[in-house]
C-alpha cells in the first residue's frame, strides 16, 4: 500500500474483490445463500450453496455482517458490494463477477480483524474467487494470501492508537472527518 492509499485507508476501509471464476449470481441466487431461503421477488430455481451461516444480512441493496456488540450496537463489520465490471452496483439484478469485501479499521475493534479476513476466504472458497485487494492493485490469489490485508491492516490500527484512539472505541466512531 502507497502512502495515498494508506492516508485514504486510515479514514476509509480496505478493500478485497472477489471475482468468480466459474459461478456468476443473480441477485436471487446470491439472497439465497446468504441469507437461507428464497427472495419473494427472486426466487431461485436452481440448489446453491447455504452460507447463511456467515451472518450476512441485506442492508438496502448491498449485505452487511453486523455487529452482535451490545457496546457498538449493530453497525456493520464488513460490507459486501455486489460487482459488475469492477464497479459496486446498486440495485442490480446480476448476474454479478465478483463482490468487494470492506472494512473499515477505524471503526472495529481489532479483534474484528479476524473475522474480515475469514469471510473474504471463507467466500472466495465458496465462489471459486481470485481475490485482489485495493481494487485490483494485487493479485492475492485463489485460495487468497491475506498477509498483504492483515499487515495493511495493523499498520493502520497502530497508526490510531499512536493517536491516542483505539479502533473501534466510542471514541474512535465519534471521529468526524
Known amino acids: 500500500m502507497n502512502e495515498e492509499q494508506f492516508e485514504e485507508a486510515i479514514y476509509e476501509s480496505l478493500d478485497v474483490d472477489l ?4 459461478f456468476r449470481p443473480t441477485f436471487g441466487q446470491l439472497f439465497q445463500m446468504l441469507r ?3 427472495h419473494p421477488y ?4 436452481m440448489e446453491v450453496q447455504d ?9 438496502d441493496d448491498y449485505w452487511g455482517l453486523r455487529s452482535d456488540d451490545p457496546d457498538v450496537g449493530d453497525d456493520v463489520l464488513v ?3 455486489p460487482l459488475v465490471d469492477g464497479i459496486d452496483v446498486y440495485h442490480h439484478h446480476g448476474p454479478f463477477d465478483g ?3 470492506s472494512y473499515c479499521v477505524l471503526r472495529n475493534s481489532p479483534d474484528h480483524l479476524t473475522i474480515y479476513l475469514t469471510m473474504i476466504t471463507r467466500l472466495a472458497e465458496a465462489f471459486s474467487a481470485t481475490a485482489y ?3 485490483g492493485e494485487m493479485d492475492l490469489g485463489s485460495p487468497p494470501n491475506l498477509a498483504p490485508v492483515e499487515t495493511d491492516a495493523w499498520k493502520i490500527i497502530e497508526y490510531w492508537r499512536n493517536q491516542g ?3 473501534g472505541s466510542h471514541e474512535a466512531l465519534r471521529l468526524d472527518f
Open 133 to 135: 485487494y485495493q481494487t
Open 36 to 38: 437461507g431461503f428464497d
Open 42 to 45: 427472486h426466487p431461485v430455481e
Open 51 to 59: 452460507l447463511s451461516e456467515l451472518g450476512f444480512d441485506q442492508v
Open 79 to 81: 460490507w459486501l458490494f
Open 19 to 22: 471475482i468468480c471464476t466459474t
Open 165 to 167: 484512539i483505539e479502533p
Open 99 to 101: 463482490f468487494r469485501l
